[in-house]
């Protein structure tokens, strides 16, 4: 099975910082990884597909970058309703698995 | 507007069984790839199960040889059986669509316990 190893666990940062979250892959996935975000007893939301894709409706401040191996997510500028639970998924061919989730506190 | 809609979650004994339903509207079951996703309290999601448009079927290893994943087109419905139901399958479960189209149900809590 593909693991995915997400970084840091927990980040504490201000309104206004930059974010960036890291994942990466056990095996080459190309660009098939998704980003999400989870409040809590909310279902996730997806951000980013392919990588780098940026899901209609969702701000611009989000984006994702990387492909093969390494990925990552960034917040331009951290905003209040983006304190949150984020998660990578992979969703290779035939396979699916998540990263353990980042979350994102106010420092 | 596509709606996911989870039901047949409940409070089960270790080593019963229980039938999940997604029932899905606004999109075809037949024509995507669905998935069911998990989360038990105070943790990580994990991907269960997959069932691809062509009907090819994934499972994670913890699960397999007790849980499957089928659709009935006709209804339009997502379904995951689950057998010989263990303490840790304790977990909210969620039905979903490739992450592509990004929808999610509202999820439905199963509870495996004595």
């Known amino acids: 099975d593909i693991q995915m190893t997400q970084s840091p666990s927990t980040l504490s940062a201000s309104v206004g910082d930059r974010v960036t979250i890291t994942c990466r892959a056990s095996q080459f996935i190309s660009s098939w990884l998704a980003w999400y975000q989870q409040k809590p007893g909310k279902a996730p939301k997806v951000l980013i597909y392919q990588a780098s894709s940026l899901k209609s409706g969702v701000p611009s401040r989000f984006s994702g970058s990387g492909s093969g191996t390494e990925f990552t997510l960034t917040i331009s500028s951290l905003q209040p309703d983006d304190f949150a639970t984020y998660y990578c998924q992979q969703y290779n061919t035939y396979s699916e698995t998540f990263g353990q989730g980042t979350k994102v506190e106010i420092k | 507007e596509v709606l996911l809609v989870e039901s047949g979650g409940g409070l089960i004994q270790p080593g019963g069984s229980l039938r999940l339903s997604c029932a899905v509207s606004?999109?075809?079951?037949?024509?995507?790839?669905m998935t069911w996703v998990r989360q038990a309290p105070g943790k990580g999601l994990e991907g269960v199960s997959v069932?691809?448009?062509?009907?090819?079927?994934q499972y994670t290893d913890s699960v397999k040889g007790r849980f499957t994943i089928s659709r009935d087109n006709s209804k339009n419905t997502l379904y995951l059986q689950m057998n010989s139901l263990r303490a840790e399958d304790t977990a909210v479960y969620y039905c979903?669509?490739?992450?592509?189209?990004?929808?999610w149900g509202q999820g439905t809590l199963v509870t495996v316990s004595s």
């Open positions: 606004g999109l075809s079951v037949s024509s995507n790839y």
């Open positions: 069932i691809y448009s062509g009907g090819v079927t």
């Open positions: 979903a669509t490739s992450p592509t189209q990004g929808y």
